[in-house]
């Protein structure tokens, strides 16, 4: 199990996204593990997908069956070609495609105890039970992996034993917790005392801590782990330091995380003494009797060699029956079987589902991920999951079995769940997806396998107007190498119909938001069923969902970042409408002050702030007023004197000259390190020294930088930098220092800017006026090669030294200034599977609030939580109610209404007095204003007055004028329904 080939070097390009949150070592332990996933319908095809994208060493397919039409409802690697063909000989050429760097191979014979040595993991999908028992005992046994998961409609079922003494090395998701230190004390215990605005609260009891970066008592630093013990002020007794050396300053204490011992029973014990993932008695209540509906239909199928057909009674109540004779669970309390329960798992037990193996297909592939990495706690043992909230709550409703035969079509296994009528109203429906990124593209895969406007009058709409890169490869899998630099959109609508060729999808490139309302207005909309949203900012998801409001379409949304995801449904008149999280809505594109940034750091994210600005600064907008000084010929008295000065000033640095080579660069880059990092913070050369790894960094990535803002070579030869360095003249101690000052008193609000200065600034930017334009460097987080992140993460570090904050690695540095979100491809087939789910209750007509489920996860610490969205806010005055769908109609009429006429309509119909009347920013009426001017605003048609205050002219298929009203004598807050002048 141990003896992994790590040998291999990690495409951190490819991986970037999972990088952060797998690390290296989890990484470099997944890219040499071998894995035998066996069962290639739906359920294997989506485990092994998931593994191929990470980048398991090998994966080798066995699945002898061959393909059915049954298969096709849930198994995107396959077509109708394959009918009869092996599923896993089927399947492997397309996985391989998926990531070249895997090795994906098929095994035809029988699953043997000497095969199963060759694997750290095993996987057994839809396998019968006596299957499931042999492979389930031998790696127990020989101390291999083992996983079964299976899907019976609606329901699904997932079994983990990693073995008697299983160790975890990274129990949870979390960064190890990292705070400067303001003091330590000599004695017995020492008393650690944390730097103010250190996260003290998050240190705990019992935590294990190391120490580094200590002056003076450096016995603690790179010690053994110390058990702390939390004081009721914050400080830390860390241990008797009484024999240690005087604490002088600095450095910074980190949390050790703790390994975690895992012991599983095999399968044969562990299907009498089940655990089962819960949040709730009544959860694990639930689970028990899905475990003994599974039990059941085993049973059922040994005994008549099938499994139960579609929503046949007979065969349904002998399930019932069979489930009733089992021996009673072990370990449990005595609880009644929830007969009703198996009899509904046993009538939609027949259908394979897409959805559902896309949601179980993450989860097992996230658990195999556990057992190679032994990151994150795994399951224990049994996790059941079930969607029967998909069907009608209304029993004369469900499907007879007529409607869930077969009929020889890719859909067979989802008519056997929902019948035909329904799998017919898929066919027409219309949706918008908007996003065609990770989710987008689980999203598209699984609308195309359920048949989502796969009919003559259906169809699916695709917005996007990214490019795909390399970094997209490992997660969003509809997309090749060979696709790099092409639009997602188009991409992505060309792989789905390949997934169904029935499949209409329409792509488009132009962004969905408030400058596109011409072309994604009232027509477009009104041909729209519902929306599905795949994006990754809470401001479009804000504007997405407005709109969703204000044409009452229902709305499925997803979100993930690593490990954690949400899938959320929003249907008019039944839930509230979309609202971000209120700690994410805040913190969304937040900027930190501007003086603590700059002046008063305490945490690593502001040197990076810092670092950032410093950039943009540096070699973006100093070479733009440049090249302007340039091209318009202005003189600085035409410009912000203290601003541009303070601007130029240290890109122009010590050299007063333009430079002309790659040395020059250099000299540049060692003065502007000096004027950063050295005057004003004493001692700093002799506690950090300039050949220390991060100070030459700095230097090589600060010259390249400006190297190419000026059009010169630059060079990536670290010894070549280091033999220039000890060759080129140090700066003027009293030159720098001079500097130094002058930069401070321009930084100052209260600096003048004296005729001295203007006459400097106007004579370096003559010298620098002479020769080609400069070039700004616009920052790029994703080219490794560019010296962009090296430069940030370089100078936020030195940063840190100065203030004593301990920093952040480069890959944190990138994340954190890049704003990248850590993705991961489980997470993403988990939650687009959710909202397949949701697909099915928004489709199939009129449903109860209590119907549809929010959704949220946590894989890396197996949290699943699925509940009832909120009612709609009810708001009134007087005698009218509404809610956020609500809206007011007034129709213009022929001819159409004046202002006074609607006003008069208000009054009439609602009861309103209108105070105020908007169109957008345009007061269209203040009944404040004074009789005249009302007299000349009332007689004017409502389209006329908008058009006369804005200039806009309903543009052609617009339906409705959008105006916001306020009445006399509600309150200031009342936010009252937007009336919709019916065009």
Request: aromatic fraction near 8%; glycine fraction near 8%.
């Amino acid at each position: 199990m141990d003896a992994l080939d790590t040998s291999k070097l990690l495409d951190e390009e490819l991986y970037s996204r999972q990088l952060y949150v797998l690390g290296s070592p989890a990484m470099q332990r997944i890219q040499g593990a071998r894995v035998l996933v066996s069962g290639l319908q739906g359920l294997g095809a989506e485990v092994a997908k998931n593994l191929v994208l990470m980048g398991v060493g090998s994966l080798t397919l066995h699945d002898p069956h061959p393909t059915c039409w049954s298969d096709l409802a849930a198994q995107f690697l396959l077509s109708e070609q394959d009918l009869e063909r092996s599923r896993a000989e089927a399947s492997q050429e397309l996985l391989a495609q998926l990531n070249r760097a895997v090795q994906v191979v098929v095994h035809t014979g029988d699953i043997t105890e000497d095969l199963l040595l060759d694997f750290q993991v095993v996987v057994l999908t839809a396998a019968k039970l006596e299957e499931q028992l042999k492979v389930g005992t031998l790696c127990h046994k020989h101390g291999v992996c083992f996983l079964a998961a299976d899907t019976r409609g609606l329901v699904g079922q997932l079994f983990c034993d990693f073995g008697e003494d299983f160790t975890v090395q990274d129990p949870t998701e979390a960064e190890p917790l990292t705070a400067a230190i303001q003091h330590i004390s000599q004695g017995s215990p020492g008393i650690l005392t944390l730097r103010k605005g250190a996260n003290t609260h998050y240190f705990r009891d019992g935590d294990l801590v190391t120490f580094w970066g200590i002056e003076g008592m450096v016995e603690l630093n790179d010690c053994d782990p110390r058990s702390i013990h939390v004081r009721e002020d914050g400080s830390l007794e860390i241990g008797d330091t009484t024999t240690f050396s005087q604490y002088l300053r600095g450095g910074a204490i980190t949390e050790v995380k703790r390994p975690k011992t895992v012991r599983h029973k095999s399968l044969d014990t562990a299907l009498l003494q089940p655990h089962v993932v819960a949040q709730s008695s009544q959860e694990v209540h639930r689970a028990h009797c899905l475990h003994q509906a599974f039990c059941a239909l085993h049973e059922f199928q040994h005994l008549h060699g099938r499994p139960p057909q579609p929503w046949d009674p007979v065969d349904a109540e002998t399930v019932v029956g069979l489930a009733q004779d089992l021996e009673p669970l072990k370990w449990t309390e005595e609880e009644p079987l929830d007969e009703a329960l198996v009899r509904t798992v046993a009538l939609s037990s027949a259908g394979v589902l897409s959805p559902m193996v896309a949601m179980l297909g993450a989860v097992a592939a996230q658990e195999v991920l556990k057992a190679i990495s032994r990151k994150f706690m795994p399951l224990d043992q049994w996790l059941y999951f079930d969607a029967l909230d998909c069907l009608p709550e209304d029993g004369e409703l469900l499907p007879s079995p007529e409607d869930c035969a077969p009929r020889g079509s890719r859909y067979d296994g989802q008519i056997a769940v929902f019948g035909a009528g329904f799998q017919e109203k898929l066919s027409h429906q219309h949706y918008l997806l908007v996003g065609a990124g990770a989710i987008g593209c689980e999203l598209l895969k699984v609308f195309a396998l359920v048949g989502l406007g796969a009919g003559d009058s259906g169809g699916l709409t695709v917005i996007d107007m990214d490019h795909i890169e390399r970094s997209n490869l490992s997660r969003q899998f509809l997309f090749r190498s060979q696709d790099v630099g092409r639009p997602k959109a188009e991409v992505a609508a060309a792989a789905a119909q390949g997934l169904n060729p029935d499949l209409q999808v329409i792509p488009l490139t132009y962004p969905l938001d408030p400058t596109t309302e011409h072309i994604y207005g009232d027509n477009f909309f009104s041909r729209v069923d519902g929306v599905a949203a795949a994006l990754d900012s809470f401001q479009a998801r804000h504007y997405v969902a407005a709109r969703c409001t204000h044409y009452l379409k229902p709305l499925l949304e997803a979100g993930t970042s690593g490990t954690w995801g949400s899938a959320t449904v929003f249907m008019p008149h039944v839930t509230e409408a979309y609202r971000a999280p209120a700690s994410a809505a805040a913190s969304e594109d937040a900027p930190y002050p501007v003086c603590t940034v700059r002046y008063f750091p305490s945490t690593a994210e502001h040197t990076l702030q810092w670092a950032r600005h410093e950039f943009e600064g540096l070699f973006r907008l100093s070479a733009e007023t440049i090249n302007h000084h340039q091209q318009a010929h202005t003189s600085l008295a035409d410009m912000d004197g203290p601003q541009t000065l303070t601007l130029l000033k240290p890109v122009l640095g010590v050299l007063r000259m333009r430079p002309q080579n790659w040395q020059d660069c250099v000299a540049w880059a060692l003065g502007h390190w000096k004027l950063c990092f050295h005057y004003g913070i004493k001692q700093l050369l002799r506690h950090f020294p300039p050949n220390k790894d991060t100070h030459l960094l700095y230097v090589l990535a600060a010259a390249n930088l400006y190297a190419q803002m000026h059009g010169l070579p630059g060079s990536q030869d670290w010894t070549a930098l280091r033999e220039l360095l000890k060759l080129l003249p140090q700066p003027d101690p009293q030159q720098m220092a001079l500097i130094f000052a002058s930069n401070l008193e321009l930084a100052s609000a209260s600096a003048e800017f004296g005729p001295e200065q203007q006459k400097e600034l106007n004579k370096a930017l003559q010298v620098w006026s002479v020769g080609p334009p400069l070039k700004p460097l616009m920052f790029e987080k994703d080219d490794d090669s560019n010296f962009h992140v090296d430069f940030v993460a370089a100078a936020a570090s030195l940063r840190c030294q100065n203030y004593g904050i301990p920093p952040v690695n480069r890959a944190q540095s990138k994340r954190i200034v890049g704003q990248i979100i850590p993705a991961i491809a489980t997470t993403t087939a988990a939650v687009a599977g959710l909202l397949g789910l949701e697909l099915y209750k928004v489709v199939g007509g009129p449903r109860p609030r209590s119907a549809f489920r929010h959704s949220y996860l946590h894989l890396a610490e197996n949290y699943f939580i699925r509940y009832m969205p909120f009612a709609p806010a009810i708001q009134t005055f007087h005698h009218l109610k509404w809610t956020c769908w609500d809206r007011l109609k007034v129709p213009a009429g022929k001819p159409e209404r004046t202002l006074e006429s609607l006003l008069a309509h208000l009054q009439e119909q609602h009861g309103l007095r209108v105070r105020m009347l908007l169109h957008g920013p345009a007061l269209l009426y203040s009944a404040g204003w004074p009789s005249e001017k009302q007299a000349q605003r009332l007689p004017l048609r409502v389209t006329e007055l908008v058009q006369q205050l804005t200039g806009q002219v309903p543009a052609p298929g617009q339906r409705v004028l959008v105006l916001e009203l306020s009445c006399e004598g509600d309150k200031e807050d009342t936010a009252f329904p937007p009336l919709h002048y019916e065009l």
